[in-house]
């Protein structure tokens, strides 16, 4: 059986680190804290996608570490709530904010979004969720909790790396899974869950190639930063995170996995 890694809590343990930051950066082109597959090109399409302007109440739903919630506000003056279920994530999150003058309109919990959310009904214009509910039981309850929380008209947009497009080994699946729990999908079972939750979809964008472009840029730099990252992760986490992100690259260069970014809306 593939060994665990742990991703999340020594990215997020150790955000200031020179040594992350500088992975990030060089993975990324910008860093916003990230540990995900978007690129700074979907980065930039995510607020016109949802059509965020000053007015705008928005969730993010996986927040992280919180650098892109507040990079949204700081741009476009909207509010925005970040749940994640991680603590040092959400700890660091509400750090920043406070550190950029923030919290009045970017604020941070830690919460485990397969159980309902504590929003009273259409409280959202907006909601997103970049690389998360493949990590999420029940994600059709979860879908269908979102849309009761969207104000008619607004928009819902999430990603799913995890769509299986070819014959994949338990092999790959055991090392594709080693940093966490995850969902795999059929293709068009998203789109069959987005109606069923309520929401219409309005567009659907492979961004396949776009992840495994950032899966080998981010094992490269790791790699060239081996004795740096082992001092902090030790070599085995090392190593396995090294073995992860060469099978996300592999699986997705070959199309075996795929991933695609859905734009939905709710409709009046």
């Known amino acids: 059986m593939q060994q665990k890694v742990d991703l999340y809590d020594s990215a997020y343990d150790n955000y200031d680190s020179n040594v992350y930051q500088q992975v990030r950066t060089e993975t990324y ?27 705008s109440s928005v969730l993010e739903v996986g927040c992280g570490s919180g650098g892109y919630a507040l990079h949204l506000a700081e741009k476009f003056g909207c509010r925005v709530l970040g749940l994640d ?12 904010a406070m550190a950029r003058n923030l919290a009045a309109l970017v604020r941070f919990e830690q919460r485990d979004v397969s159980t309902s959310l504590p929003f009273a009904d ?62 795999y999908s059929s293709p068009g079972e998203n789109e069959r869950l987005i109606e069923e939750a309520g ?47 060469a099978s996300v690259n592999t699986l997705t260069t070959e199309r075996r996995l795929r991933r695609y970014l859905y734009v939905t809306a709710k409709e009046e």
């Open 85 to 96: 279920i991680n603590k040092a994530g959400v700890r660091n999150a509400n750090r920043l």
């Open 122 to 183: 259409a409280t959202f214009e907006a909601v997103f969720s970049n690389d998360v509910l493949c990590h999420v039981q029940r994600r059709v309850e979860v879908l269908r909790e979102i849309f009761r929380v969207t104000k008619a008209r607004g928009r819902f947009l999430f990603s799913d790396a995890l769509v299986i497009s070819g014959l994949v080994t338990h092999e790959e699946i055991a090392t594709r899974s080693s940093i966490g729990f995850y969902v």
């Open 29 to 55: 082109g910008q860093d916003f804290g990230q540990t995900s597959w978007v690129t700074i090109r979907e980065s930039e399409e995510i607020p016109q996608l949802l059509a965020l302007n000053a007015d």
């Open 199 to 245: 929401f219409r979809l309005m567009q659907m964008i492979d961004t396949t190639e776009s992840t495994a472009l950032i899966a080998k840029r981010w094992h490269d730099s790791r790699e060239k930063r081996e004795k740096e990252l082992i001092a902090t992760e030790g070599h085995a986490n090392f190593q396995g995170l090294q073995r992860f992100l």
